[in-house]
């Protein structure tokens, strides 16, 4: 019985390290998992559905593509728990103790999934479209880590930027793709 006991405190502590919720009550923690869980799911629901990419026939014959791309491959598999981790960031800063730099730390983090659904929604095909998207969602998103490591380190960890890790995962699956379709005749 000692040991069951025991490994529910651990299980217990182990929540409590990772939502940083020392101190606070079940309520408050579940109250910011439902908002920063349903805001992430309407930036998402927004970007996946709400916006068509505006691309041009001279943008088709120049070969230029959309600055996002949907995730191919392995690395379909990781984006989820990327994004996860986000918001896990975002938990962490919410269950922080009360004071201005949180209040600024999750405004910032709203305004990144914001940001980064128009932009994921748009897929903006233009060279200095592609340079604004990718300046505001780094820049925001350096913003929110950088307010987030002043309440929890960990959260400003968590908070990095993964865009080109998208991009070189969908390179390495084309060019493995690619080596597939060669035959030796």
């Known amino acids: 019985m000692t040991d069951i006991d025991d490994a529910i405190d651990d299980v217990r502590d182990a929540a ?17 998992v439902a908002l920063t869980v349903g805001f992430a799911l309407l930036a998402t629901g927004i970007a996946s559905g709400a916006f068509t990419p505006k691309r041009k026939l001279k943008h088709v014959r120049d070969g230029d593509l959309p600055i996002t791309e949907k995730p191919r491959g392995a690395f ?11 918001t896990l960031s975002a938990v962490r800063v919410w269950n ?12 910032l983090w709203v305004a990144a999934q914001t940001v980064n659904a128009v932009w994921l929604g748009l897929r903006p095909s233009s060279t200095w479209k592609q340079v604004a998207a990718a300046m ?5 998103a350096a913003a929110f880590a950088h307010e987030a490591r002043k309440l929890d380190e960990g959260a400003g960890k ?11 995962g969908n390179f390495l699956h084309r060019k493995a793709d690619q080596m597939n379709e060669r035959t030796l005749h």
């Open 96 to 107: 922080a103790p009360h004071r201005p730099e949180r209040t600024r730390a999750m405004g």
């Open 76 to 86: 379909s598999l990781i984006l989820p728990a990327v994004f996860s981790a986000t």
């Open 16 to 32: 409590v390290d990772l939502l940083n919720s020392e101190g606070r009550s079940a309520a408050h923690v579940a109250v910011g």
């Open 136 to 140: 505001s969602s780094a820049g925001l």
């Open 158 to 168: 968590m908070a990095a930027p993964t865009g080109g890790g998208v991009r070189m």
